[in-house]
């Protein structure tokens, strides 16, 4: 009988283990001739290659462990399709790489060090981890170099990342770009940087001077630590990006423009220059030092736009600024130019820190508009309001200084102008408004004292000065000084002044005259008395309202007094 027996060999190619070589170039030529390697082969995925003063020709798609490229003034080449893969480390130290396509896979460390490296042409994709620590690296010739999401570059030490050909060089970050040593500039001086992941600045600076900045997708980052900064040149786009960090982050366009759109957070954020447009929300602070904004710009609740710098700064071209936070201006000159519109939005806060300008200069109505509040609340000399139109329909707080319109002032039914009082030289110890056109008088006039200033009786402020004055205050707010003195305004041709008087009331001659009650009532002459009455000193209502003559008194006859078994009077002073 014939019997068969069965034998099964069974490999593990996962356990198998693969012994490395480390391969030298020893000459110029293609990569795949033998010949050209020391051991004579060609590198694998498994092995370490060594490229150094040759140039090699990249004829065909190779994978290796290691690749160390030393080439001098010498050139690794490819035809543009061909890809290097390196799979674990190594690094760069000068020469050129020209149209290959550079793959550095998750697990890759990969330094580039020594002297200048160009990459012409052709693509890096980046996976793992790059250190930049030596030597100028010129992307050339619409090179592209993409860092991956996850993958990092860290540049340590002060490097220029540039281009000096035509062509659209890019630098794409979609991972993590940080210059985390040198105290000096990483200057990044290509055609285009794109960042959808975070770029950052732990050390010194970096200095993003490329022909067009994009900064987009959810996430896109620029961070800087405390002492660090981080300068925008040249044309940029963000959206919906955060700057974040208490290091500098400074936009400066020159001739190109920042444009913006989305949500941006902003910490220590600066404009100082250039054109800012596009419509966008901030969220944070942005410090505006200088340039021309043109854009519909949206500041959040609890947000802050910091007008700084002794520059001019102009919102042009139909622009639109609206205020929902706090918007504060210490320095320089503020253009509202050319139909554009700043609107400070009810419960927002325009803040007047010194003695400055908001003028118009080229035609148009430019309107700014106060639904909130507008302060001046430091400067003892003038702030001047110098617009097509001035809308106020808010508070205008006058706590510090003058604040001057030129032109006519009309405020709305529901405004409050304040004015606080701490002494009698206006400007410098009590605020006032000035109108060169006509003031028509609506809403509140509200009032304070400060600086522990006590008023006297005769004392006056004149707390408007204008054109000419139509219109009253529908009521004034803090005009009892205590001890029976008042602020009480008078309503001159050309403004208000406040007069501090004796408001006190006495009533003398009560009797009843043919069942009727009558009294005389002295008072301040020309002051307004009410006269309440009522049956149990609880509940009390207005029985008259009464002008004091020049003669200082008048008299008073309650004709319901028969109707009553009891009735009590009381005067008050009406400010």
Request: some cysteine.
């Amino acid at each position: 009988m014939l019997r068969l027996a069965c034998v099964a060999i069974i490999v593990n190619y996962a356990s198998a283990t693969y012994s490395q070589t480390n391969f030298t170039r020893i000459a110029g030529g293609n990569w795949t001739a033998s010949s050209g390697w020391s051991p004579a082969g060609v590198p694998g995925p498994a092995d370490s290659a060594t490229v150094g003063a040759f140039d090699v020709i990249l004829d065909t798609s190779a994978t290796v462990s290691n690749l160390t490229l030393n080439l001098n003034a010498n050139t690794l080449s490819g035809d543009g399709t061909r890809v290097i893969t390196v799979l674990s480390s190594g690094g760069w130290s000068g020469g050129t790489i020209s149209n290959v396509k550079l793959k550095l896979e998750p697990s890759c460390t990969f330094t580039f060090a020594g002297g200048p490296k160009t990459f012409w042409a052709g693509a890096v994709t980046n996976a793992g981890t790059i250190t930049w620590i030596g030597g100028q690296l010129n992307l050339e010739n619409n090179g592209t170099f993409h860092n991956l999401p996850g993958a990092r570059f860290d540049v340590q030490y002060d490097g220029t990342l540039t281009q000096t050909t035509a062509g659209t060089s890019t630098f794409r970050n979609d991972g993590s770009y940080n210059k985390s040593g040198g105290t000096g500039t990483n200057n990044i001086q290509i055609v285009s940087f794109i960042n959808n992941g975070i770029s950052s600045v732990s050390n010194g600076v970096i200095r993003f001077g490329t022909t067009s900045l994009l900064a987009t997708g959810a996430g896109n980052t620029f961070e800087a630590a405390s002492g660090t900064s981080m300068f925008f040149n040249q044309a940029n786009s963000f959206s919906n990006t955060t700057f974040s960090g208490p290091g500098l982050k400074s936009i400066s366009t020159g001739a190109g423009e920042a444009t913006v759109s989305g949500n941006i957070a902003a910490t220590n954020l600066v404009f100082s220059a250039g054109i800012w447009r596009g419509t966008a929300t901030l969220v944070g602070a942005l410090e505006w030092t200088g340039g021309t904004m043109s854009p519909q710009l949206a500041i959040a609740s609890g947000s802050v736009l910091r007008l700084n710098g002794n520059g001019a700064k102009s919102l042009a071209n139909s622009g639109i600024i609206n205020n929902g936070g706090t918007t504060s201006w210490t320095a320089g000159q503020f253009n509202l130019d050319n139909n554009v519109t700043f609107h400070n939005q009810p419960g927002a806060l325009f803040d007047v820190q010194f003695d400055g300008m908001l003028i118009q200069n080229v035609g148009g109505t430019s309107t700014f508009r106060n639904d909130g509040t507008y302060r001046k609340s430091a400067g003892t000399g003038t702030n001047t309001i110098s617009i097509v139109s001035f809308i106020q329909s808010g508070n205008l707080e006058l706590l510090s200084g003058v604040i001057r319109v030129v032109g006519n002032y009309s405020p709305g039914g529901l405004s409050t102008l304040k004015t606080l009082i701490g002494g009698t030289t206006a400007g410098t110890q009590f605020g006032q408004l000035q109108v060169s056109g006509s003031a028509t008088l609506a809403g509140m006039l509200s009032l304070g004292l400060t600086n522990g200033f006590v008023p006297t009786t005769n004392q006056a402020f004149q707390i408007l000065m204008a054109g000419s004055r139509g219109g009253v205050f529908a009521g004034t707010a803090g005009s009892a000084l205590g001890n029976g003195l008042y602020f009480t305004p008078a309503y001159l041709a050309n403004g208000v002044r406040l007069d501090v008087v004796d408001g006190t009331a006495r009533m003398t001659n009560a009797a009843l005259a043919n069942g009727q009650f009558q009294l005389t009532l002295l008072g301040t002459v020309g002051g307004r008395y009410q006269i309440d009455a009522s049956t149990n000193l609880a509940n009390w209502a207005s029985i008259s309202t009464n002008l004091i003559p020049g003669s200082g008194f008048t008299n008073f006859i309650d004709s319901d007094s028969a109707i009553f078994p009891r009735r009590f009077y009381r005067a008050l002073f009406l400010p």
